[in-house]
């Protein structure tokens, strides 16, 4: 019940129809806001509850200093929660438990459901095992099912035990896709019991995946969470945030010929990394915003996560009404977000009567006309290079990926000529990493040089091999993956268009890909295969090898699969640096293939024109790909589809009819999807030899009412960590590993090694993700000399052991534990198991200098108290190293009282001496204090629903 303190409810009329709203303009100051912000001003409005959400909160925004550096901390409550499902199985593993635990409490287990929509969309278990045939869909979808039987089966049984819980099954598209085309709603309506109407309020959302940002193009406020704070807000609960600072980036221009929506992508990534975004909003204003095509604006979206921000959003105008409308939303719908913005001053029209431009905290700008085609690597999004200089940028790294002495070299020129078939534009020269300053390159003459006549090192290793009948020599800077996949460009017609008709051009000309290149289409919602097959450009992409794969997360994720055996030995054996080329929005360091080491971005169109060049050792301009049928010679320029070409494909191709019959039934599913058998009932029936999907232990033991807290007493330290110790180092990720606890945890449960599958799709299975906690290889845990991994020291026996056996012998030795750690500690993605796993493995305490703000929260939701050492201290300068015991004494007040600011913390070294600080303590809010009180947030979810 909102406590309205503004007198802010009012009404809105659309047709025949009326909505309550809360009216923004009841608020003095809310009327300059940024777009994005007063989607917070409202969310604030709607929500006011005189606790967690007050009249101050709201005046906060209103006052809000666009200069100012963020202070205040809001709750922030997303309309809806959409999840993939690798890290959306652990959400739906939880309800279940709780139902189970809500059962035991003597409440009723039907009240455990989503309080808010979730929707979850299995996109992200497809591995390309086969490519470049017709059937490579089909073979892949049966992988698919085989390795994941269990999770869907529990899945499908989620979509019908749940309500307001709904499941996309495999096979269907991305989850960003699917979200922009299908589940976004633009404006929320939800009917009101208790006072019998029907609110209409902005579509926000949260997501289990950092992309989730691309539904910003849509005038959807929302962003990527962990799977705490996303079971949080399906059960009611807000989001902690500080509010931001926004970034107003103008745009003006418009793209130019031989460019995409890629390379624009590509340079506002580059813009803002080098500005610094993080944990800002960025938002597009101006008269160009007019000029981005509702699929650009969405692609621009969707990198948020490489450029850093929280968003990056456009706000609603005509495109995206006329989007809505393209996409097949029903027509009440669409008038309904049209008038809500208008009303709520929402609406961008910068040539309106009396349009105020917002204020911004920064500002940037970018002219769309000079960009240039552009791709990004070997290891960075950000790390960005015109097309025209690729060739010499790959030839300047090339050295930190090959080793010397390994391999001969030898003296090659390197042609200068820039692309002068494409735009140029004074865009800045390639930059290598940090630590390769021009002076770097320079001193590391002769293996590293570039000299200004045009002559430049070559290294050159070619190995024969033979594959598939054909015989070719592979060279380091091959191109070993050509891949066009990933949410962030196959929801883009123009890209995905261009792409299909370079083929078709290549094709007719009469040249083809490389033998040794692993091609492959994997869209991201099956309205791409409709109109390519509308547009009749599927032959020509199968042509080239470029067949369907699956719908879904493939080579972005790392789900690549294995190249052919023959390529891959031939790789592995003579330690060549090859290359994989393709449309996503990640491309860091391992996790693309094993086998490749050099890894670029690059839009669709361009992944193909890789494809057939084979090797990043090529300059698009003075060399040719191939010879055509004629016998002469062939260049991208011949081939490349013009701007006018593109649009004519668009407006012939694609129609709302696409969207309406892919959608139409969306969650039925396949005959794979609805022939799987599906536990019934209200509880789940865990399987005990479940090696996939296991009741986890959060609820065992709990009572009606919380147990009083307890100080921490003769705590040992499980691991002592420096700064920057991300949520990517402590969560478990990537392969389990034969000889690590989880490996030997699975192979004691007789599964194969060649079925271990990943840390991912075993999300649901508490007993692999503890194993894998505080397990990844760079991990350094100072308690032990020169040792990386997931190792400690184990004080009861004064060995060195894995963190998961120490952590097990202190529970049964009845030890609690405390990790200690550097600056900024928990920053990063992976966040859910990152706390998760800390609670599991019995750590009652981190003590830091400082926090990642959401992985703070998610400690207290696991009910890890979350403390930091006083200002200017740490470790090092208190002495500790990690040999002492720990007591904190306080934290008890907090059972019947309000967060004390401090605690005493008395460390207790071998010899008997004692450090003592008074230690901050970092629970910030009173949703906080009361997740801590319960023990987590799921216990005081579950207590307040079986009291219900």
């Known amino acids: 019940m909102s406590s309205d303190s503004f007198k802010s409810k009012g009404t809105l009329d659309v047709g025949d129809k009326s909505y309550e709203i809360f009216r923004l303009d009841a608020v003095e100051g809310l009327d300059r806001l940024p777009y994005s912000l007063k989607v917070l001003a409202e969310n604030l409005l709607r929500t006011e509850d005189g606790k967690n959400v007050t009249a101050e909160h709201v005046q906060a925004l209103a006052d809000w200093d666009a200069k100012a550096e963020p202070s205040t901390e809001i709750q922030f409550t997303p309309a809806r929660v959409v999840m993939q499902d690798f890290t959306g199985v652990p959400c739906v593993v939880d309800l279940a438990t709780m139902r189970e635990a809500v059962a035991e409490l003597g409440g009723d287990p039907k009240k455990v459901n989503p309080l808010s929509p979730a929707e979850l969309v299995i996109d992200h278990s497809v591995v390309i095992d086969v490519f470049g045939s017709h059937d490579a869909f089909e073979r892949n979808v049966e992988f698919e099912y085989g390795r994941n039987r269990e999770r869907y089966q529990f899945l499908r049984w989620g979509q019908t035990a749940f309500d307001d819980f709904k499941v996309v099954p495999p096979g269907t598209g991305i989850v960003h896709q699917v979200n922009l085309e299908y589940l976004a709603r633009g404006v929320m309506t939800r009917d009101i019991d208790a006072e019998g109407v029907t609110r209409a309020y902005p579509d926000t959302c949260v997501g289990t995946d950092s992309h989730t940002t691309m539904v910003n193009g849509l005038g959807v406020l929302g962003w990527g969470v962990g799977g705490i704070e996303a079971e949080a807000a399906m059960l009611g609960q807000p989001v902690s945030m500080l509010i931001p600072r926004v970034v107003g980036f103008k745009l003006s221009g418009s793209i130019p010929p031989g460019a995409t929506a890629t390379d624009v992508v590509l340079t506002i990534t580059e813009m803002l990394r080098e500005h610094g975004v993080v944990g800002k909003f960025v938002e597009f204003y101006g008269d160009g915003v007019a000029e981005v095509p509702l699929a650009n604006r969405a692609t621009i979206g969707n990198m948020s996560p490489e450029f850093g921000s929280t968003a990056a959003i456009f706000p ?37 009567e009396g349009y105020v431009e917002p204020a911004f905290s920064e500002y940037l700008e970018l002219d769309l006309s000079t960009v240039v085609p552009s791709i990004a690597g070997p290891k960075r999004p950000q790390d960005r290079v015109a097309v025209s200089e690729a060739k010499q940028a790959f030839r300047e790294v090339l050295t930190d990926y090959a080793e010397d002495s390994h391999i001969e070299a030898s003296h090659t020129i390197v042609d200068e000529a820039s692309m002068d078939s494409f735009p140029a534009s004074d865009v800045p020269s390639y930059m290598s990493e940090p630590h390769q300053t021009p002076e770097d390159l320079a001193a590391d003459a002769p293996h590293h040089s570039k000299r200004g006549d045009g002559e430049s090192q070559r290294i050159n290793r070619k190995v024969p091999v033979t594959y598939d009948g054909q015989e070719f020599e592979l060279d380091h800077g091959a191109v070993v993956i050509s891949s066009i996949t990933s949410c962030t460009n196959t929801s883009n017609p123009s890209v995905m268009l261009a792409a299909g008709l370079l083929a078709k051009n290549a094709v007719e ?11 492959s289409m994997a869209p991201g919602s099956k309205v791409v295969s409709d109109y390519y097959e509308k547009a009749g450009l599927w032959p020509y992409l199968q042509e080239l090898g470029y067949h369907l794969v699956g719908y879904g997360c493939t080579t972005c994720i790392g789900n690549s699969g294995p190249l052919p055996e023959e390529v891959s030995q031939a790789v592995n054996e003579n330690d060549l640096a090859v290359a994989s080329v393709l449309s996503g929005n990640r491309n860091f360091e391992g996790r693309i293939n094993p086998d490749v080491k050099m890894n670029y971005l690059a839009s669709p169109p361009l992944v193909i024109a890789y494809g057939l060049a084979g090797t990043m050792d090529f300059d698009f301009e003075s060399e040719p790909l191939g010879q055509g049928k004629d016998g002469q010679d062939i260049f991208l320029r011949d081939i490349w589809p013009s701007p006018a070409e593109v649009d004519k494909t668009i407006a012939s191709s694609i129609d709302p009819s696409m969207f309406t019959d892919d959608y139409s039934d969306v969650f039925a599913g396949d005959d794979r999807w609805r022939a799987l058998e599906t536990p019934e009932g209200e509880i789940f029936d865990w399987q005990d030899d479940s090696t996939y999907v296991r009741k986890p232990p959060y609820f065992d033991g709990m009572q009606a009412d919380p147990a009083p807290v307890e100080d921490i007493s003769g705590a040992r330290v499980l691991a002592k960590l420096g700064d920057s110790v991300t949520t990517d180092h402590i969560s478990p990720a990537g392969s389990i590993k034969p000889d690590s606890p989880a490996g030997k945890y699975l192979a004691e449960h007789g599964v194969a090694r060649k079925d271990f599958n990943s840390y991912g799709s075993r999300r649901g299975n508490h007993e692999v993700m503890i194993r894998g906690t505080f397990a990844n290889i760079r991990l350094r845990n100072k308690l032990l000399d020169g040792v990386e991994g997931g190792f400690t020291k184990n004080f009861l026996t004064g060995e060195q052991d894995t963190i998961f056996d120490a952590a097990m012998a202190y529970q049964e030795a009845g030890i609690p534990l405390v990790v200690l750690g550097g600056k900024e500690y928990g920053s990063g993605s992976s966040r859910d198991w990152a706390a998760k796993g800390t609670g599991l493995l019995g750590v009652r305490a981190v003590i830091t200098e400082s926090f990642e703000r959401i992985h703070r929260s998610n400690l207290i939701g696991m009910g890890v108290l979350p403390l930091q050492y006083p200002q200017g201290e740490s470790a090092e300068s208190l002495g500790l190293d ?51 009180r319960n023990g987590g947030i799921l216990q005081f979810v579950l207590r307040s629903l079986a009291k219900a």
Not at 509 to 519: E, L, Q
């Open 509 to 519: 000309a009469g040249i083809d890909v490389k033998p040794w290149v692993k091609t």
């Open 882 to 932: 990690g040999t002492e015991t720990f007591d904190v004494a306080g934290i008890s007040a907090i059972t019947d009282g309000p967060v004390p600011e401090t605690v005493q913390v008395t460390a207790t070294k071998e010899d008997g001496t004692t450090v003592e600080i008074d230690a901050d303590v970092r629970i910030d809010t009173p949703g906080e204090a009361d997740y801590f």
């Open 316 to 352: 609603i105008d005509k495109v995206t009404i006329d989007y809505l409308r393209f996409t097949g939303r029903p027509q009440e719908q669409v008038e309904l977000v049209e008038a809500y913005a208008k009303e709520q001053g929402m609406w961008h029209d910068p040539s309106a």
